[in-house]
């Protein structure tokens, strides 16, 4: 690997440094994740549904690096605490918003999108996403963080032992997560080739 490939993530092939551009990048990271909250199937076991929120925080965190990825999913929440129906839709089609958000079951993995973001911006800036196999490995760790952070507020929340917060929080999102693991395995370093070209 060049030196001059570490410490840089995909967009920086193409968008430089001026404030709009990255205010541009967060926003719409945030506006992706938002999009992809959407996108959700409720279990009736658990009220962690399925979404696709995970591909595009850690694509999403990959793709832009640290900072602004971490900033993007700080935006995320904040905005659902400001009022906006941004996260994923109870059951009944309403939207958890305002202060409430704070308190509900899935809070962990929302924090988790924030320091998972962080990580996987991290490894990425040290050349990761050039190689499929490094991608996956680094969407897995991503996705652990966002794991072991939701399923411990999970199990506080509606209050049942480690056994149970794995059972509802974890085990029936891994397949969806490694399918979209190996998505993003091919998407990143596409992308980084398309730049290159």
Avoid: C
């Amino acid at each position: 690997m060049s030196t001059q490939a570490i410490g840089t993530v995909v967009v920086d092939r193409w968008a430089s440094k001026a404030e709009v551009r990255n205010a541009v990048l967060v926003i719409g990271l945030t506006v992706a994740t938002a999009v992809s909250a959407q996108i959700a199937i409720p279990l009736p076991f658990t009220p962690v549904p399925l979404t696709l929120q995970t591909f595009a925080v850690l694509a999403g965190a990959a793709a832009l690096g640290p900072m602004r990825a971490t900033l993007a999913q700080g935006l995320y929440i904040a905005l659902a605490i400001l009022g906006m129906p941004v996260l994923a839709a109870q059951p009944d089609g309403s939207h958890t918003v305002g202060q409430a958000v704070l308190s509900i079951p899935t809070l962990g993995y929302l924090a988790g999108f924030v320091v998972a973001s962080y990580v996987v911006g991290k490894i990425a800036q040290r050349g990761a996403t050039r190689s499929h196999l490094q991608t996956v490995l680094a969407y897995v760790a991503g996705s652990a963080v966002i794991y072991v952070m939701g399923a411990t507020w999970l199990g506080h929340a509606i209050n049942v032992g480690a056994a149970q917060a794995i059972e509802y929080g974890v085990t029936p999102f891994l397949t969806g997560d490694l399918i979209k693991a190996v998505a993003a395995g091919a998407l990143l370093p596409t992308l980084w080739k398309l730049v290159r070209d």
